[in-house]
């Protein structure tokens, strides 16, 4: 059986995160937006990843820092 290789890159940074079928290797976030009506960006989507080293110096310069929660039951 063949896997498939996925390839992420860091819209932040340029790193590459590989992934092989479903299975990260490395976690990153994924954003995708529809813009609206209200917005200069009306009918537009925008889609990029950032990898976790980018998420946090991009939240760590939040005013308000990000709602942190721990998971009781790990998968």
Do not use: A
Not at 23 to 36: A, F, L, Q
């Amino acid at each position: 059986m063949e896997k498939k290789v996925y390839e992420v890159y860091c819209n932040s940074c340029g790193k590459k995160i590989e992934t092989t079928d479903s299975t990260k290797r490395e976690d990153y976030i994924s954003i995708k937006k529809e813009w609206g009506y209200f917005s200069n960006k009306d009918g537009q989507i925008h889609i990029f990843h950032i990898c976790e080293s980018c998420y946090d110096t991009w939240t760590g310069q939040f005013r308000i820092p990000v709602k942190v929660e721990e998971q009781t039951e790990l998968l």
